[in-house]
């Protein structure tokens, strides 16, 4: 972790860490929230995917990078194959937002466009094709060390912290987590903060037995939509990691006071956390406890029509 | 301004400074944005009020104090007042909202209701009643102080800075920006940034004549809408400060800037110096920019109706 951490650090923001009186009072508790939505490519992702890129050997560097995703994990990856000066493809589905696809451009890689149901099997194919090297967007050691430096450096801020809250979709960012609270806060309760909507993750735990991802899932958090990963899940599992479900409206509320109070934009999967804490709010009574809010990519079509 | 910033120090947050490599591109120079959105009761006014309030004899503060403000200025008073655990009477606006009412009162203030006409004249009469101190939101010396801590941050994180843009209304703001710039950096220049509906500092400074405030000034930069003050009259000109103005479309455009790219929450008014960098993006080429980004108390009614 703390070489990942070096590995990247010149290449990602310290993002900063944010607190609310009025949240504290009501919880009784005081939080601290790491914004990752001020990070590069504007989620925590920038900083798994540069510690993958960077940590490529040169052979492998050379023939480039290749990821399949719908979201920032792309805008990652081709963010830190710009860095490296590699070539980058992101595979990405039909119909995705001029927007993103843009922004990926605008970093230098190359996108194309794949019927949804086939984004893996395209993006194999093509890196069979051009030898290009395959970037996971959680199963991979080098992402999940990469996530783990969200949570280092808010243990470094806070290290007496009680709880650290964070998202789960496949996995990486919270595996990441667990691993930085390890070495550095051996009392730090690590939790996951899951959608009903997509409550594999939670299922997966509760049963010890790893369950398939929810079929085509839907909920406003379009980060969390991922299946949790195999490595995620015996890193959860032997950590015995409680997981936090919410409605989606639950959701909406927490983006609207991290918008209306805390005067961020962030996307619904980074709301989630808060969303989480407010449903265990009886138990953090005087504890510190640490959210990692993923990232601010969002159109907002999720605010109710008048915002405030 | 050092004596405000250790009297200040405890109460108020060093607030993020953050940066976007797209805008810096775009401008090929380097922008530094001081985020008072971030600020307790979310806006810069907390620091000159705080400094005012601390800055009181014990026999004056004991009597209280007393403001009027339909915005920030009155929840600052409040806030500090609160710190100091004095009373405090918040003059407001009829028709002020509810959020705006509420707020000042959960400080612990007592607030009033007058009509807009007769805001100041009720303030002194009550404040001859009782005894209490007037807290003036900007002919005020420890509140401009108080103002100009924000800069002085600014300046300790960043001593290169070339140009700072701040906005003008009242111009404690500003006035406090330039005696920070004067004793820590002698090369600065401080830029003003002034709505075109609300131009009398524009103009007070091209003709040397402190022009009367606008009548009826409406602007969507609703922390503008003061007339320049005597004492930042004065000050503006010893500095022979330039000041940039901008319409209204602008003032969104650059708000929705700040909501998209940068993801943050900024009220209009702390989206006017970007406005004003864009309108000068010809004389910035290679230098370092700081702004400050004034407070984020909007209820985003200014918003496009479909946000991006």
């Known amino acids: 972790m703390q070489a990942a951490a070096r590995l990247i650090e010149a290449h990602v923001h310290r993002t900063p860490v944010l607190t609310s009186a009025t949240l504290d009072r009501q919880f009784g508790s005081s939080v601290f929230f790491k914004y990752e939505s001020f990070q590069k490519v504007g989620a925590f992702k920038a900083r798994g995917a540069v510690n993958a890129v960077l940590s490529l050997e040169d052979g492998d560097a050379s023939r480039g990078v290749i990821a399949h995703s719908s979201g920032n994990h792309g805008a990652a990856v081709a963010y830190a194959a710009g860095i490296r000066g590699i070539g980058c493809m992101v595979v990405m ?3 995705s937002s001029a927007v993103k696809i843009d922004a990926i451009r605008g970093y230098g890689a190359e996108t194309m466009l794949v019927d ?12 069979a094709e051009t030898g290009a090297t395959f970037i996971h967007p959680y199963e991979h050691l080098d992402v ?5 430096t969200a949570a280092m450096e808010l243990l470094e801020d806070h290290p007496n912290l009680d709880l650290l809250v964070v998202p789960i979709g496949g996995g990486g960012l919270i595996s990441g987590s667990i ?4 070495a550095m806060a051996p009392n730090l309760t690590v939790i996951g903060a899951e959608p009903e909507q997509v409550d594999d993750a939670f299922r997966s735990l509760q049963t010890g037995i790893h369950q398939p991802p929810v079929t085509a899932p839907l909920s406003i958090a379009d980060g969390l939509l991922a299946g949790l990963g195999e490595k995620a899940f015996d890193i959860l599992s032997a950590a015995q990691t409680e997981i936090v479900t919410m409605s989606e409206d639950e959701i909406v509320d927490a983006g609207l006071f991290h918008l209306q109070r805390m005067k961020t934009v962030v996307e619904p999967s980074g709301a989630v956390p808060l969303a989480a804490l407010r449903k265990i709010s009886g138990d953090i009574q005087g504890k510190k406890v640490g959210v990692v ?3 601010g990519n969002t159109d907002l079509a999720w605010l109710p029509s008048r915002p405030v």
């Open 93 to 95: 589905p039909a119909g």
């Open 293 to 295: 809010v993923t990232g």
């Open 116 to 127: 949804r149901s086939l984004l893996s099997e395209s993006t194999h194919a093509r890196a």
């Open 179 to 182: 691993v930085s609270a390890a």
């Open 144 to 148: 999940i060390a990469g996530q783990g």
